[in-house]
């Protein structure tokens, strides 16, 4: 069965910071990834995914991801934080295997931005 | 709609109520799922259409919940006899893709509490 870690719960970052949260993935092939974001109140929104080809992985709103099959890790980054990115953020996996299955999300990661 | 929409928002149900969760997905979609998000945890997988077949349910957590999509759009969440459990958010996300785990747009949610 596949299932994501998120090892931080919680992540303190300055604004204008660089930021990295963790995640881990355990599937057997090739992994479909995602990463999306929640605001309080709100649905999630997708910020990017990876399915195949570069490993790195452009999003919207700055963000940028790396697949890394060695280490089984799909890391979201962001080059510099600005006080809106404070929002609970979750990693995703889907099977690869075809049909519309549903995806396994991690815990969530809570983001908090300091002035 | 633009987006998919969810109601009711909010929902306080006494123990032992029935209570029913609309999801009106983005026109045309054809997969549609229900999640389960539990406060401060990801979002659990609970059944999945395919227009108005539904081709999945193992994560539905008992013979309570019950889900529908009639004519393959607008989907209904039943939950009878509801427990202080049950309570949590529920989302609804849809999907234009039938092979592989295509971009989820997720609706606002229902928050129930069961009292």
């Known amino acids: 069965a596949q299932s994501v870690t998120q090892p931080d719960i919680h992540i303190t970052v300055s604004e204008g910071a660089s930021l990295e949260l963790r995640c881990n993935y355990s599937?057997?092939?090739?992994?479909?990834l995602f990463w999306y974001v929640q605001s309080p109140g709100q649905g999630l929104q997708l910020l990017l995914k990876y399915f195949s080809g570069d490993t790195l992985v452009q999003g919207i709103k700055g963000f940028e991801a790396e697949f890394k099959r060695s280490q089984s890790s799909f890391n979201l980054r962001k080059p510099s934080v600005h006080w809106s990115d404070a929002a609970e953020y979750f990693c995703?996996?889907?099977?690869?295997?075809?049909?519309?299955?549903?995806?396994?999300f991690g815990k969530g990661t809570h983001l908090i931005i300091q002035p | 709609g633009a987006g998919v929409s969810q109601s009711p928002r909010y929902k306080v149900a006494k123990r032992g109520q029935d209570v029913a969760l609309r999801c009106d997905p983005i026109s045309g979609h054809v997969s549609l799922f229900w999640y389960q998000q539990a406060l401060g945890q990801g979002p659990e997988f609970l059944t999945y259409?395919?227009?108005?077949?539904?081709?999945?349910k193992s994560g539905l957590p008992s013979d309570r919940f019950f889900a529908e999509r009639p004519e393959g759009s607008v989907s209904t969440l039943k939950i009878q006899r509801t427990q202080q459990e049950d309570s949590a958010v529920y989302l609804c996300?849809?999907?234009?893709?039938?092979?592989?785990?295509?971009?989820?747009?997720f609706g606002e949610g229902s928050r129930l509490t069961v009292l």
């Open positions: 599937y057997g092939a090739t992994p479909y």
């Open positions: 996300a849809s999907s234009a893709s039938i092979q592989g785990p295509g971009e989820l747009f």
């Open positions: 259409f395919q227009n108005e077949a539904q081709l999945d």
């Open positions: 995703a996996v889907g099977d690869s295997g075809g049909g519309a299955d549903g995806l396994t």
